[in-house]
């Protein structure tokens, strides 16, 4: 099976209520740790680049490595994903390279600067067959002159979304509705705001939702990268009861990359600590590579139900 859009992914998902999994990748371990559990699962997967993991791996040698996981795994379907793209120029090159999806991220402007950078990304990639996922909603916090209180302006308008999606043409809507960023989500209990969710899918139906900065900031992960080394105080993420009731009522694609860092670097600070006379990386990135197999695997059959779902 060749790479493919996620179009027909969130049709079956929005219709069988359940999310798919889009996992961020920089290098080579990253993407056969996921590829391993999706294939183990029988799921669907997005692999999904950032424009910092594009200059960090250069966008030929992602190309390459994801040509080599649709070859390894023709059973499952595959797309590749860019992950908050800051401007048109950088979803075109994308587009040109052969991404199935592109982001762009026009939450920073405002609402009608948003729209009109989005339609022009949209009417580019629709042209050669690609789909694009837009974002709308402002996280809260203080920069720079701008003061966004957290009661309210970091969500999502149900009223705003639907004439968004109507005006701009894109196919699926990343909403704000609690989540954040990094590891250090929630500095009190953490809380989602379904009704919010409820009332977007109430009027924008046949729009497929995306859940961003949805890493559960696995406690397990956080204990080992402290226990060998590592000061990460206080982390906190989205629980996964949560995730998993937002798959069931409308989200159709979560996004997860701080729980894969967390994954590879508690497993090889552990080789480091453990064993401080090994220097082949191989060793490291091994066991590296399992525990962010086994990450996935836990967030396919678990939270996000799309085990079998191929």
């Known amino acids: 099976m060749p790479l493919v859009t996620t179009k027909e992914m969130f049709e079956k998902a929005m219709k069988e209520h359940y999310a798919i999994g889009a996992f961020n990748v920089n290098n080579m371990e990253i993407i056969q740790g996921i590829i391993d559990a999706a294939k183990e699962e029988k799921s669907p997967v997005i692999l999904q680049a950032s424009s910092g993991a594009i200059k960090y791996a250069r966008i030929g040698y992602l190309m390459k490595m994801i040509e080599a996981a649709v070859e390894e795994a023709p059973e499952i379907p595959i797309a590749i994903h860019l992950d908050h793209g800051p401007d048109f120029e950088t979803c075109k ?4 390279a052969g991404f199935t999806s592109v982001m762009i991220d026009g939450s920073k402007y405002e ?5 009109a950078l989005t339609k022009q990304v949209v009417d580019y990639a629709h042209a050669h067959g690609v789909v694009v996922e837009a974002e ?9 002159d701008v003061n966004v209180s957290e009661s309210d302006a970091m969500y999502t308008d149900p009223i705003q979304a639907k004439e968004f999606v109507e005006k701009t043409g894109c196919d699926s809507l990343a909403i704000a509705i609690g989540t954040s960023h990094g590891a250090y989500k929630f500095k009190g209990e953490a809380k989602l705001r379904f009704d919010i969710l409820a009332k977007i ?6 729009t497929p939702i995306v859940l961003h900065g949805a890493s559960t900031v696995i406690p397990e992960l956080v204990q080992m990268c402290n226990e060998y080394g590592a000061d990460i105080p206080g982390a906190k993420g989205v629980p996964d009861e949560m995730l998993h009731q937002a798959s069931i009522k409308g989200v159709s694609k979560i996004n997860v990359d701080t729980d894969l860092r967390l994954a590879m670097t508690a497993q090889i600070r552990k080789v480091f600590a453990t064993e401080p006379a090994t220097f082949d990386p191989r060793k490291y990135l091994q066991p590296a590579k399992e525990e962010i197999k086994k990450t996935v695997q836990h967030k396919i059959k678990e939270v996000f139900s799309s085990s079998n779902r191929a």
């Open 93 to 96: 090159m994308c587009i040109d």
């Open 111 to 115: 609402f009608e600067e948003n729209i």
């Open 201 to 206: 899918k109430e009027l924008i139906p046949n």
């Open 136 to 144: 709308l909603g402002k996280l809260a916090g203080v920069e720079d």
